[in-house]
């Protein structure tokens, strides 16, 4: 895993066409801000682990899968 230290504002780049941005540092909490093509789905773990769930069938209460390989 890549460590990165942002502030506010600032960004990072994934690829050619991602750009990750710092939009507000509360407390423990970042908010981020991401801009990719709409082809690139983009959404926080749970709601991906939810849908992988959903494509395979799965109920909400069974074993969560693992996440993509990095």
Do not use: C, F
């Amino acid at each position: 895993m890549l460590v990165l230290s942002r502030q506010k504002d600032e960004s990072i780049i994934i690829g050619d066409n991602v750009e990750v941005t710092i939009v507000d540092i509360r407390g423990d909490k970042v908010r981020l801000g991401i801009t990719a093509p709409k082809d690139i789905s983009v959404h926080r773990r749970e709601v991906y682990e939810a849908i992988q769930r959903e494509k395979q069938g799965h109920k909400p209460d069974e074993p969560k899968i693992s996440p993509p390989a990095k």
